[in-house]
């Protein structure tokens, strides 16, 4: 699963080449530096890595869908659409920018269900953002046909799916950009980071200016230059050392994927024997980066007995029913509204009247599948050990 696993002598070479200039920083120090530009190279292998145009990191997966949603021109008034089964990022930066979130259910890919998504479209929708959980795809050809007939703008979060591909075509250039998480637990890690990708030239400058204070970028692309100024700004910049780790991350993203590709079958194989399993839909299995294995069961007792089994032998999964940070029912504070602002926004206008209130019984097949659903993060590296220790225990608990 995560990057940290192989964190190694590559990533201290890279940041060496940091240190050694001493210049932590992406822009300017042009003499102190020594040509060394480890974040704008980041930026360029990433594309290149990915099949896309350009490339621009930020300090975090959350900042990246900020930075894309705002170069896009959303925020009070509009509607966002995303699928209630994903990371509170995704709707945490929907909320930054002013807009409102719109949930959608997901099916048995566990992601955006295209039928679902055409009914909450509204005159006020102004994009989708389908999620790639759990590390593979979303149905992202039928989303971008069904966003292309209305007019609207796709943000495809490959947070959790770095390596993940559709027919060979990386996720997150289906739609207009799509962005990317190096936090603590992502395929690739930089710490903390984030990146978005596009083939739009315009976006992407309007992204490098937004998210460097406005500074002119026009002159200089990717790198600062003239003194003008066309919009107001912010600073979402990722730091030298963080681009540099994340070269090194980035020359091992096939290797992760292949060796995550490899246990997960082994898994799969030992899963396979539960009586009633049916595993997650995928669109491209061959595209899958194999970051999770996921399997739904007969109904939510077999799936409770099953669970308790893998426990007894020390290998529980995940149940994302009852996980409090993926799940839309268990997002107590964005259904009751919580916030910081005084005035209540942005649930509540400024003058107190309620903008939006969540149903928590507003996703109910989502809710039907995922009391059923099992999940086995799967690591980079898994021992003979712990590989036969988890298929025994899926072995045993075809018996419950
Ligand atoms: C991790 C994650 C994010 C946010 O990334 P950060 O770098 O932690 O801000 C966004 N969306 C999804 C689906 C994620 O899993």
């Not at 696993?5 to 890279?14: A, M, N, Q, S, T």
């Not at 480890?38 to 900020?66: D, H, I, M």
Request: aromatic letters at 8%; glycine letters at 10%; charged letters at 25%.
């Amino acid at each position: 699963m995560p990057g940290f696993e192989i964190f190694g002598e590559e990533e201290k070479k890279e940041i060496m080449d940091v240190l050694d200039t001493g210049v932590l920083f992406r822009y300017e120090f042009n003499e102190q530096r020594k040509n060394v530009f480890k974040v704008r190279e980041f930026e360029e292998k990433f594309a290149r890595y990915c099949g896309a145009n350009q490339a621009q990191a930020v300090t975090s997966g959350t900042a990246a869908l900020k930075v894309a949603l705002t170069a896009l021109g959303i925020g009070p008034g509009d509607e966002v659409i995303t699928q209630g089964f994903t990371f509170v990022a995704t709707w945490e930066a929907i909320l930054e920018v002013g807009a409102l979130p719109v949930f959608t259910e997901v099916d048995a890919t566990l992601n955006m269900d295209p039928e679902d998504l055409k009914k909450k479209i509204t005159s006020k929708t102004k994009c989708i953002i389908p999620v790639h959980m759990l590390g593979a795809q979303a149905r992202i050809e039928e989303i971008t046909a069904i966003a292309k007939q209305h007019g609207l703008e796709v943000i495809e979060d490959t947070a959790q799916a770095a390596g993940g591909r559709i027919k060979g075509q990386h996720l997150g250039t289906f739609g207009t950009c799509g962005t990317f998480s190096f936090d603590a637990v992502k395929t690739i890690t930089t710490g903390e980071g984030g990146m978005i990708i596009t083939d739009d030239v315009a976006l992407w400058r309007a992204m490098s200016e937004y998210h460097d204070h406005g500074h002119d970028h026009k002159v200089n692309p990717g790198a600062r230059g003239g003194e003008g100024r066309r919009f107001v700004g912010s600073n979402y910049r990722m730091m030298e050392l963080q681009g540099a780790i994340g070269l090194a991350q980035l020359a091992k993203l096939d290797g992760i994927v292949a060796a995550q590709q490899k246990n997960k079958a082994i898994l799969m194989h030992a899963a396979a024997g539960i009586p009633g399993v049916v595993f997650r839909e995928l669109v491209d299995a061959d595209g899958d980066s194999a970051t999770f294995l996921s399997f739904t069961l007969q109904d939510r007792e077999h799936c409770q007995r099953v669970n308790a089994s893998l426990r007894k032998s020390g290998h529980g999964a995940i149940n994302f029913a009852e996980n409090s940070w993926h799940f839309y029912p268990k997002w107590e504070h964005l259904l009751g509204g919580k916030t910081l602002t005084k005035s209540g926004y942005p649930f509540s206008e400024p003058y107190g009247k309620r903008r939006i209130v969540y149903d928590p019984q507003f996703l109910p097949q989502s809710a039907a599948l995922l009391e059923r659903t099992l999940v086995y993060p799967v690591a980079i590296k898994m021992s003979d050990e712990r590989l036969s220790g988890m298929c025994g225990a899926l072995k045993d608990a075809q018996k419950v």
